[in-house]
C-alpha cells in the first residue's frame, strides 16, 4: 500500500532567532504547508521544498495576542487563520504577486529549448511569490482549544463550552454560538430527546469535520469521544444533535476519514478505535483498532503512551500514527499494519543498542502521499539559552521530510483486474514484470536474425492471456524501475495515476495535466508533442489500457467539458489520433472488462460503453457506444464514498450453471465498493433471455439490473479476472477481496462433480476468510499465489561516529527499500473448505491445482498449522480437523513425503499426536518401501529411531539399506550405515533376511572414474593371496568413505554391517552383474580383492562362461564380434600388415589413426565415418608381417547378437560420440587399400565398444588377476579378446598350485564358449583359433588331457614366437585406448609352433615382470 523509502530529508528553515517551528498544517491542494512557531507564521512550498514567505508578530501584538498555537486554511487556499494563546483568531489573506513573477526559478543552460514554451508551463516549476497580509483580529474571550474549516466557515471551540460559527471575512451573519449544554447527547439518534448526559462541564479538546456524515467528530477533554451533527442544512443552535461512544474514557485526538466515513480516536493508552456511524441507529459503532501487538512488538507495545496524532493520507487509504513517546506507525484504512519505526533497525542500532525515537509534534501528508513532512518536538534548553545570546545564529529546523511509495491501486482502482504489482513514486515507477522484457527481447531478437535456438524459446510468453510466468513474477526479489520522464514531471508534477496494461510491457502515467506512457520493449516515452494539448487536459476519473489503447476519462480545460478519451500507444501522441466522446458529468472512476468500458460519474450514476476495434485504415482506430445508463442515487448518499467499481461475470447462484458455460465470460455484474462496503449489482436473467451477440452488436441496452446485494464488509480492495480456465474454474471464477486486519476473502464458487445435479439445499458460492502475513496487492488467480511489497532496512549507522546532540538522519533512520514478496493462499482455503465439510469440493479445487511446483508444500502447509492448533491447544476439541485433513491429503500420491516432512519440522513432542491421525510410522515406511521411494523412508526411518526401541529402528533401517543397495542409492547406502552405527551397540540381534526387491537398472558406469585415480605398483604387503604368489598388486584408494575399513573392525557393529555387504556382493557376482558389483566396490568403499580372495573358490566361480560372457556384452554395452561377410583368404589383405610396419609401427598406427577413424590412401582423404571412432586396435586384429590362415564359418541367423546388424545396432547405441572426421598423418600416404581391406578394419573397429567400457573391464581384469579368480579373468579377457591375458592366465597356471575344480571348469568353459561361437557367434572364432596354442598348454598340467579335436582348426596356424605383454594404459578426457606391442622380426618370417614352445617359456617371464602400471583417470 504505502512504503517508506530512503532516508528522511532534513529541510533548513533560515529563521532568525531561538523560534523553531513546532507545527505544521498543509492546505486543501497540499502544495503549500503553513509552519507556527512562537511568533511566526512561514509558508513553505511543497515542490521544490523552499520557504517562500514568513510573518513575524511584532513584540506588542505578541504580548498582546500571546503565542501561536494552532492554524487552520480555507478551503481554496485563500486565507489561513492562526489560534493564539490569548484566545485571538489572526485572519490572513494569502496574497499571490503578479503571474510572470517568480521566487524561485530553474536556471536553465543557453540553447535549452524547455525556456521558449507556453507561461503555464513554465509556472509550474517555479516557486511562486507569495506575501501574507493580516486581515482581520477576533477576541473571543476565552482559550481556543480547536478550529476546524467547515466549508465557507470556519468552527471555533473555546474551553468556556462554546461553538462558534464564524464566516471567513470575521462575521458571524447572525448566527448565534453553539453551547454545548444545551446539545443533547444520547447513544444514538432514535434515542428520545432528553436531558444531556453529564456534559455540562466538559469542553471539547479536539475536533475534526466529517463532509460525508455532516458532522464533527469530537474528543471532550475529559477524555470521552462523540459526534456531534446538524438536523438541517442551515444549523442553527438548537438544530444540534450528540451521539457518544460508552465506555471510552481515554481518548486524546480524532482525525477523520471522508471517503470510508470513519472516525479514529487516539486513546491514552496507545491505540487508536477506529468507529463508524450506524446508518440504521445512527449510533457509534466500533469498526477496528490500530495497536501494536506483544507478538511483534514485545518490548514497546504497552509502553508507547497516548497516541499524540492521527493523520489520514490524501487518498485516505492509510492513516499515520505516532505517539507521545515518539515513533511512527502506518496502517491501512481497515487496520492492515504496514510499518512501525519502534522496531527493528528503527529502534536499534548496529550494534544492538537502543536508539530514542523522535518524537513528533505535528506532521502534514504532502501531495498525492508521496512525503509526510514532520516536525520534531526534541528541543535543548541549552541550545535555546545560547541562541539568545546570539540573534544572528540560522537556527536549522527540524522538519523531516518522509518520502513513500504507494501502490497505484489507492487511486487507480482499475488495476485490479491485473496480475502485476505496480508501485508509483514521486519520479518513477515500480514494476515486478521486468524479467519477461529481457526473456521475450532476446527471443524477439533471435526470430528477426533467423536462427532462434529452441533452447532459447520462453514457453511463459506463448500465451498471449498469460503474459507474466511464475518465475517471472516470482523470480527475485528486486524490480524493474522506470523513471519517469522529466520534461513531463516539471509541468506536472505530481503523478496521480499510473496504469499497465495485461501483458506487462507498457505503463501510463497522469500528473497535474495531460499523460504519458512507456514502453518497456523500446525502454522509451513518449509525450505529447503539442504542449498546449497536455496542458488543456487533466485526468480526473483515472486511466486504463485496453489492448494497445490506453482509457482515460479527462476533463477538456478549452471546452469545459467532461470526455473519454482512447490514445493509440503506437501512434504519437496527439488529439489527432484519439476518439474523444463526450460525457454527461465528471467521471470519478473508470474501469475495463474485455470490450467495455464502466464509468462511475459524480451523479452517481453508472454509465456502460462499448469499444470497437477497426483495423481498416494505416493506424488501428477505436470506436466507443454507449451500452446502458444505472442511476445509483437511491444507494449512494455521497459519490465520494464510492472507492471501486468493477464489472466481473460473477453471479450468485441464481445465475450461472453448467449448461449455460458461455455466459461466465460474459459481464454479469457490476461490483461496487461503496466505503468499505462491497455491493453487486447483477444482470437480471428471471425474464426472456436476449442472445449475447446479438444484444452487443445492435448495441441494445443491456438486461435490467436485480437489487443491489451486499457481500462484505471492511473491503479494501477487489480482484477479479476476464480470463477463464476449464481446469481451474474454481479459482478464475472467484471473486478476491483484502479486508485488512481482517486478512483476504474469497467468494469462492462451488460446483457439484462430475456434471451431476447440485443439491438444491447447497449454495452455488461460499465465503472464505483467510489471514496472510503480507498486504495483497495483486492476485494471481491460477497460480493460486498472493503478491505484495515490503520494507527491508540497511543500517549504515557504523560510517558515522554516534553523538547524541546532533545525529545524522542517517544514524537515526536506516535506509529503507522495498522488495518484494508473495504468499501462498490454497491452503487457506482447502482448510476452510474441509472446516464446513465440503471436501468434495476441496478435493477438486485442489486436483486442479497439483500441477503446480509448489503444491507439496500447500499440503504440508495445511497439516502444519492444524496440527500445531489442535496438539497444543489447551482446551479439548471437541471436533478435530486433523483427521479429515490427513484423509484428505491421501488422495494425493504426495501423502507420504507431506507427512514426514511436517514431522522434521514439528517438534517430537507433537509427533504422537500427529501419528495418531495419519497412521503408524512403521506402516507408512513400509508403504514407502514397496513404492520404491527410499528417500522418504529415510526420513521415517529417523521418526522411528526417536519413537521405537533401538531393535526395531536396526531392523527397518537393515530393510531400507538392502532395498538402496539392490537399487544403487549410494548416497543413501553411505547414510545409512552411518545410521546403522549410530543407533549403538546395545541390542545386538540377528539381522532380519534381505527383502526380495526388484531387479536394479544397470547404471551408466562406474562413478568411481569419475573422481579418484588409480595406481598399480609392485607392493604386494598387506593381502592374503592364499596359494598365489601375484606378480602385481592392485592398491586401492583411500576416500573418506572408505575410513570406516579403519575404525572398530572387530566392533559388533562393524560385523553386522559387512555381513550385509558381503551378502550383497556376493548375490551380485552370482548373478554374473559385474558392472553393479564394480559401482557398488567403488562407491561404499569395499575391499573388493581381500573379499573376492575369500570368496574364490565359492562365489566368484563361474559356472557358465556362454551366460556370462553375454551378461558382460549386455551390462557393457559391448558388441559382439562380427567378421566380413566375403572371404578374404586370397585376398591381398594379407600383406597390408606389411605395410603398415613399413611406414610407421603399429602401436603409432593404433593410437593416432584408428582413434580417429581416418586412413589416408595416397594422398586423398579417405573418411570412414564409424560410430566407434574411438575404438582400438586389437592385438590379435593383426599379425604384423607373420602369415596366418583361418577359414571363416558362414553367418547364421539362430541369434541376433550374431548377425552383422545387430552388432552394428549395439555400436550404435554404445557409441560414446559420433565419428570424428580427422585427417590423417602422411606417413600413410602411400597405403592402398582395396573396398574388402575397408570393409575389414571397419568390422575390426565395430568389434570394440565404448571407451569407457573398455576402461572397466580392464579395471575388472586387474582386480581379479589379483584375487585370483582365473576363471572371471578368463572370461574377461575373452571379452576383451586379449591373448596376452590368456598367456598371463596359463602361466599363473603352471606356477601355481590350482585346484582341480577351477581348471576343470577353464576347460569346461572354454569348450562352452568354442561350441557358442561355432554355432551362434562366428566373430570369436578367429580369436579362439589365436589362443588355441595357449589353451593346450592345460593338458600339462593335469592328468586329464582336452581332446584334440575340440581345437583343431581345418588349416594349421603360425603365431608369433613371443606371447604380447600389454603396455601401459591410461584414459584422458577425450578417449582411453589399451594396446598390444608384438614382439616380432622385421623380416615377418614364420616361425614353427615347436620353436614357440621353446621361446615363450623364457620370454613370458621378463615380461610380466617388467614394469609397474599407472593409470590416471578423470
Request: proline share 5%.
Amino acid at each position: 500500500m504505502y512504503f517508506l523509502s530512503g532516508w528522511p530529508r532534513r529541510l533548513l528553515c533560515p529563521l532568525r532567532g531561538s523560534e523553531k517551528p513546532f507545527y505544521i498544517q498543509a492546505d486543501p491542494r497540499r502544495l503549500l504547508f503553513a509552519l507556527l512557531s512562537q511568533t511566526q507564521l512561514s509558508l513553505w512550498y511543497g515542490r521544490p521544498s523552499v520557504l517562500i514567505v514568513c510573518y513575524k508578530e511584532s513584540a506588542k501584538a505578541a504580548a498582546q495576542f500571546g503565542t501561536y498555537e494552532k492554524t487552520e486554511w480555507k478551503s481554496d487556499s485563500s486565507m489561513i487563520a492562526v489560534a493564539t494563546k490569548n484566545g485571538y483568531i489572526l485572519l490572513f489573506d494569502i496574497v499571490y504577486s503578479g503571474q510572470e513573477k517568480y521566487l524561485y526559478e530553474p536556471a536553465y543552460p543557453k540553447g535549452n529549448q524547455r525556456v521558449k514554451v507556453t507561461t503555464g508551463y513554465k509556472e509550474e516549476q517555479c516557486a511562486p511569490s507569495i506575501t501574507v497580509e493580516m486581515k482581520k483580529v477576533l477576541d473571543f474571550q476565552a482559550q481556543i482549544t480547536s478550529l476546524q474549516s467547515m466549508q465557507d466557515d470556519l468552527v471555533i471551540a473555546t474551553n468556556d463550552r462554546i461553538l462558534h460559527l464564524i464566516h471567513w471575512d470575521g462575521l458571524t451573519n447572525g448566527r448565534k454560538a453553539i453551547n454545548l449544554c444545551s446539545v443533547p447527547f444520547s447513544v444514538d439518534l432514535q434515542s428520545s430527546r432528553g436531558p444531556s448526559l453529564d456534559f455540562e462541564c466538559v469542553c471539547i479538546q479536539d475536533m475534526e469535520y466529517c463532509a460525508t456524515l455532516d458532522g464533527f467528530a469530537v474528543v471532550f477533554d475529559d477524555g470521552r469521544i462523540g459526534f456531534i451533527t446538524p438536523e438541517s442544512s442551515k444549523p442553527t443552535a438548537e438544530d444540534f444533535h450528540g451521539v457518544w461512544a460508552q465506555d471510552v474514557t481515554d481518548g486524546t485526538c480524532v482525525a477523520i476519514n471522508n471517503k470510508y466515513k470513519l472516525m479514529a480516536f487516539g486513546c491514552a493508552n496507545g491505540s487508536v478505535l477506529v468507529y463508524t456511524m450506524d446508518t440504521t441507529t445512527g449510533s457509534m459503532q466500533l469498526s477496528h483498532k490500530l495497536e501494536l501487538t506483544p507478538k511483534h512488538y514485545p518490548d514497546i507495545w504497552n509502553k508507547t503512551g497516548a497516541v499524540k496524532l492521527v493523520k489520514w493520507s490524501p487518498d485516505w487509504s492509510v492513516a499515520m500514527v505516532t505517539w507521545d513517546c515518539g515513533g511512527l506507525s502506518l496502517w491501512s484504512v481497515f487496520g492492515a499494519h504496514l510499518f512501525c519505526t519502534l522496531g527493528g533497525d528503527f529502534a536499534h542500532y548496529s550494534d544492538g543498542t537502543k536508539k530514542e525515537p523522535i518524537k513528533i509534534s505535528s506532521m502534514s501528508w504532502g501531495a498525492e502521499g508521496y512525503h509526510l513532512w514532520a516536525i520534531s518536538s526534541d528541543n535543548n534548553n541549552q541550545e535555546i539559552n545560547s541562541d539568545l545570546e546570539n540573534k544572528s545564529v540560522i537556527q536549522q529546523a527540524e522538519i523531516l521530510q518522509f518520502q513513500f511509495i504507494k501502490s497505484a491501486l489507492t487511486v487507480n482502482p482499475c488495476m485490479n483486474n491485473q496480475e502485476q504489482v505496480l508501485l508509483q513514486g514521486e519520479d518513477r515507477l515500480y514494476l515486478n514484470c521486468g524479467d519477461a522484457l529481457q526473456n521475450q527481447n532476446s527471443s524477439t531478437a533471435s526470430a528477426n536474425s533467423g536462427h532462434q535456438p529452441v533452447r532459447e524459446k520462453n514457453l511463459l510468453l506463448d500465451d498471449i492471456l498469460i503474459p507474466q510466468g511464475l518465475s517471472t513474477l516470482l523470480g527475485h526479489r528486486h524490480w524493474h524501475i522506470v523513471q519517469i520522464h522529466s520534461t513531463y514531471l516539471e509541468s506536472n508534477w505530481p503523478i496521480k495515476f499510473a496504469a499497465i496494461d495485461h501483458l506487462g510491457q507498457c505503463v501510463a502515467v497522469a500528473g497535474k495535466y495531460g499523460i504519458a506512457h512507456y514502453a518497456l520493449f523500446t525502454r522509451k516515452w513518449k509525450l505529447f508533442g503539442n504542449i498546449t494539448q497536455e496542458q488543456n487536459m487533466a485526468v480526473t476519473g483515472g486511466l486504463a489500457w485496453w489492448n494497445d489503447f490506453i482509457v482515460l476519462a479527462c476533463y477538456n480545460l478549452i471546452d469545459q467539458q467532461e470526455e473519454l478519451r482512447l490514445y493509440l500507444r503506437s501512434s504519437n501522441l496527439d488529439n489527432v489520433f484519439a476518439h474523444i466522446t463526450k460525457v454527461q458529468a465528471g467521471t470519478l472512476l473508470i474501469n475495463v472488462f474485455r470490450d467495455m468500458v464502466i464509468l462511475f460519474r459524480a451523479d452517481c450514476s453508472i454509465c456502460l460503453y462499448s469499444i470497437d476495434r477497426n483495423d481498416n485504415g494505416p493506424n488501428p482506430t477505436a470506436s466507443v457506444q454507449v451500452l446502458q445508463e444505472v442511476s445509483m442515487s437511491r444507494y449512494i448518499p455521497h459519490p465520494s464514498l464510492v472507492v471501486s467499481i468493477t464489472l466481473t461475470s460473477v453471479r450468485t447462484e441464481t445465475g450461472i450453471t453448467l449448461k449455460m458455460p458461455q455466459q461466465a465470460c460474459a459481464a454479469e455484474s457490476i461490483m461496487l465498493n461503496l466505503a468499505g462496503q462491497l455491493i453487486m449489482l447483477q444482470r437480471d436473467r428471471s425474464g426472456p433471455q436476449v442472445r449475447e451477440k446479438d444484444s452487443i452488436s445492435k448495441h441494445k441496452k443491456l438486461l435490467p439490473s436485480c437489487a443491489p446485494i451486499v457481500l462484505a464488509q471492511c473491503v479494501e480492495n477487489v480482484w477479479t479476472t476476464c480470463r477463464s480456465n476449464k481446469h481451474k474454474r474454481h479459482l478464475l471464477e472467484a471473486l478476491w477481496l483484502s479486508c485488512g486486519e481482517a486478512g483476504m476473502k474469497v467468494w469462492l464458487p462451488l460446483f457439484p462433480r462430475d456434471n451431476r445435479k447440485p443439491h438444491s439445499f447447497l449454495s452455488r458460492r461460499i465465503m472464505l476468510p483467510f489471514q496472510i502475513n503480507i498486504y495483497p496487492l495483486a492476485v494471481l488467480f491460477e497460480d493460486a499465489l498472493v503478491l505484495g511489497a515490503v520494507n527491508e532496512t540497511v543500517l549504515y549507522d557504523n560510517l558515522y561516529v554516534h553523538n547524541s546532540e546532533n545525529e545524522p538522519l542517517e544514524v537515526l533512520f536506516p535506509f529503507c527499500t522495498v522488495e518484494r514478496t508473495s504468499q501462498i493462499y490454497l491452503h487457506h482455503i482447502l482448510r476452510q473448505l474441509l472446516v464446513r465439510n465440503l471436501g468434495e469440493q476441496a478435493l477438486l479445487l485442489a486436483q486442479s491445482c497439483a500441477t503446480l511446483p509448489y503444491f507439496p508444500h500447500v499440503l504440508e502447509l495445511m497439516l502444519h498449522e492444524v496440527l500445531e492448533e489442535e496438539a497444543t491447544s489447551r482446551e479439548p476439541i471437541p471436533d478435530p480437523l486433523l483427521p479429515t485433513v490427513a484423509k484428505f491429503i491421501t488422495e494425493f500420491p504426495l501423502f507420504l513425503q507431506t507427512v514426514v516432512h511436517c514431522a522434521r519440522k514439528t517438534e517430537y513432542a507433537l509427533w504422537n499426536y500427529l501419528f495418531a491421525a495419519v497412521g503408524n510410522p512403521k506402516d507408512l515406511f513400509e508403504e514407502c518401501l514397496l513404492a520404491q521411494d527410499l528417500d522418504t523412508a529415510a526420513s521415517y526411518l529417523i521418526i522411528l529411531q526417536n519413537m521405537e526401541v533401538p531393535a526395531v529402528s536396526r531392523q527397518h533401517a537393515t530393510l531400507l539399506f538392502n532395498t538402496a543397495l539392490e537399487q544403487g542409492k549410494w548416497d543413501l547406502c553411505r547414510h545409512m550405515i552411518r545410521f546403522l552405527k549410530a543407533i549403538g551397540t546395545g541390542e545386538l540381534e540377528t539381522p532380519p533376511p534381505t527383502p526380495t526387491t526388484q531387479e536394479p537398472s544397470s547404471t551408466g558406469g562406474f562413478e568411481f572414474f569419475k573422481h579418484r585415480s588409480i595406481s598399480f605398483s609392485q607392493s604386494t604387503e598387506g593381502l592374503s593371496t592364499g596359494k598365489f604368489n601375484l606378480q602385481k598388486t592392485l592398491s586401492m584408494p583411500s576416500g573418506p568413505s572408505a575410513k570406516r575399513w579403519s575404525k572398530d573392525v572387530d566392533s559388533a557393529e562393524n560385523m553386522y554391517i559387512d555381513e550385509m555387504l558381503w551378502r550383497h556382493a556376493r548375490r551380485l557376482l552370482e548373478e554374473m552383474r559385474l558392472k553393479d558389483l564394480s559401482s557398488f566396490a567403488a562407491q561404499l568403499g569395499f575391499e573388493l580383492i581381500g573379499w573376492l580372495c575369500k570368496e574364490r573358490t565359492r562365489a566368484a566361480r563361474v559356472e557358465d562362461f556362454v551366460k556370462a560372457l553375454k551378461r558382460l556384452h549386455k551390462d557393457f554395452l559391448w558388441p559382439f564380434p562380427v567378421i566380413p561377410s566375403c572371404s578374404f583368404v586370397n585376398s591381398p589383405f594379407k600383406n597390408v600388415g606389411d605395410q603398415f610396419l613399413k611406414s610407421q609401427s603399429m602401436e603409432t598406427f593404433a593410437n593416432s589413426e584408428l582413434e580417429s577413424g581416418i586412413i589416408n590412401a595416397r594422398g586423398s582423404h579417405i573418411c570412414l565415418g564409424l560410430n566407434t571412432a574411438h575404438g582400438e586396435m586389437d592385438s590379435g586384429s593383426f599379425q604384423g608381417p607373420q602369415t596366418q590362415d583361418a577359414i571363416l564359418s558362414p553367418l547364421l541367423s539362430k541369434g541376433d547378437e550374431c548377425s552383422i546388424g545387430s552388432a552394428t545396432d549395439l555400436t550404435e547405441t554404445s557409441s560414446m560420440v559420433d565419428g570424428d572426421w580427422t585427417m590423417v598423418d602422411e606417413h600413410f600416404s602411400t597405403l592402398s587399400l582395396t573396398p574388402s581391406e575397408l570393409e575389414y578394419i571397419s568390422m575390426e573397429l565395430a568389434n570394440k565398444g565404448p571407451c569407457k567400457s573398455q576402461v572397466q573391464l580392464r579395471y575388472l581384469l586387474h582386480i581379479f588377476m589379483e584375487a585370483g579368480c582365473l576363471e572371471w579373468c578368463t572370461v574377461t579377457a575373452l571379452i576383451l579378446r586379449d591373448s596376452a591375458v590368456m598367456g598371463q592366465i596359463i602361466s599363473s597356471i603352471q606356477r601355481s598350485e590350482i585346484s582341480n575344480d577351477v581348471l576343470q571348469g577353464i576347460k569346461d568353459g572354454m569348450l562352452a564358449v568354442d561350441g557358442w561361437a561355432s554355432s551362434d557367434c562366428p566373430g570369436y572364432k578367429p580369436f579362439l583359433n589365436r589362443i588355441k596354442p595357449q589353451l593346450q598348454k592345460l593338458n600339462t598340467v593335469t592328468e586329464e588331457q582336452i581332446q584334440p579335436e575340440a581345437f583343431q582348426p581345418s588349416s594349421r596356424l603360425s603365431i608369433s614366437k613371443a606371447v604380447e605383454p600389454p603396455s601401459p594404459w591410461s584414459e584422458d578426457s577425450r578417449n582411453t585406448a589399451s594396446h598390444v606391442n608384438s614382439s616380432q622380426n622385421d623380416n615377418g618370417s614364420g616361425i614353427s609352433r615347436q620353436e614357440d614352445d621353446g621361446q615363450r617359456e623364457e620370454e613370458e617371464e621378463p615380461h610380466v615382470d617388467e614394469g609397474s602400471y599407472e593409470c590416471s583417470l578423470s
